[in-house]
């Protein structure tokens, strides 16, 4: 299992009107407007304290088995720290069945179901596709109709759309990614270095 620790950094390349600049590694911090994207999308979902003091980002596919073993450590550092403030990247990148579990998980919102059906999605055993996604689905309640309807809402594909723009501007490697500040971690870590990635960019 592949870990890396990448530190982000600028280099503006594209036009501002672009979704996100290109980013080389050199050691500087992240320019407000990328910032402002990525940590305060209006269109990603949030967990934790909305109004926290930090702010981590996830990049995660729901086929990754290394999210799926995340999921726990995550909910851990969620619990243990009131002030965190989560924005979740659906970041598709194992195929069709990645790229329909996160759609309709995004539509999921609609009915107020999100932390749910993720959580349910992530703990699944067969990989994530129509059918297991929309089984899962029907398991915990959710209207699968009125699901697939929403899953062609124009905010379900501009939130992959700016996952794609991000990940690719920071030319992350892989899910999960996980941000803070200006720091990241790659793969499956403990709750421990979580937690110092939080801490650390409370600190800078």
Same mark, same amino acid.
């Given at each position: 299992?592949?870990?890396?620790?990448?530190?982000?950094?600028?280099?503006?390349?594209?036009?501002?009107?672009a979704?996100?600049?290109?980013?080389?590694w050199?050691?500087?911090?992240?320019?407000?407007?990328?910032?402002?994207q990525?940590?305060?999308?209006?269109?990603?979902?949030?967990?934790?304290?909305?109004?926290?003091?930090?702010?981590?980002?996830?990049?995660?596919?729901?086929?990754?088995?290394?999210c799926? @073993? /995340?999921?726990? $450590?995550?909910?851990a550092?969620?619990? &243990?720290? =009131?002030?965190l !403030?989560?924005?979740?990247?659906?970041?598709?990148?194992?195929?069709?069945?990645?790229?329909?579990?996160?759609r309709?998980?995004?539509?999921?919102?609609?009915?107020?179901?999100?932390?749910?059906?993720?959580?349910?999605?992530?703990?699944?055993?067969?990989?994530?596709?129509?059918?297991s996604?929309?089984?899962?689905?029907?398991?915990?309640?959710l209207?699968?109709?009125?699901?697939?309807?929403?899953?062609?809402?124009?905010?379900?594909?501009?939130?992959?759309?700016?996952?794609?723009?991000?990940?690719? @501007? /920071?030319?992350? $490697?892989?899910?999960?990614?996980?941000? &803070?500040? =200006?720091?990241? !971690?790659?793969?499956?870590?403990?709750?421990?270095?979580?937690?110092?990635?939080?801490?650390?960019?409370?600190?800078?």
């Amino acid at each position: 299992m592949f870990q890396r620790r990448m530190i982000l950094t600028l280099a503006l390349t594209v036009p501002a009107m672009a979704i996100a600049p290109r980013l080389s590694w050199a050691g500087h911090s992240l320019p407000p407007e990328f910032r402002r994207q990525l940590e305060h999308d209006a269109n990603a979902p949030i967990f934790g304290n909305p109004e926290g003091n930090a702010t981590l980002i996830e990049f995660f596919d729901y086929n990754c088995q290394f999210c799926r @073993a /995340m999921m726990p $450590v995550v909910d851990a550092v969620l619990g &243990a720290d =009131s002030g965190l !403030r989560m924005v979740m990247r659906e970041w598709p990148v194992f195929g069709e069945g990645s790229v329909f579990a996160a759609r309709a998980a995004l539509a999921s919102r609609k009915q107020g179901r999100y932390a749910d059906f993720h959580r349910a999605l992530l703990s699944q055993k067969p990989r994530a596709e129509r059918a297991s996604v929309l089984r899962v689905a029907r398991f915990i309640g959710l209207d699968t109709q009125q699901l697939q309807r929403d899953m062609d809402g124009p905010e379900i594909a501009q939130h992959i759309q700016q996952s794609n723009a991000l990940a690719e @501007a /920071m030319a992350l $490697v892989g899910t999960p990614t996980f941000i &803070a500040g =200006s720091d990241s !971690r790659f793969g499956a870590i403990s709750s421990t270095e979580l937690a110092e990635l939080i801490a650390a960019s409370r600190r800078n």
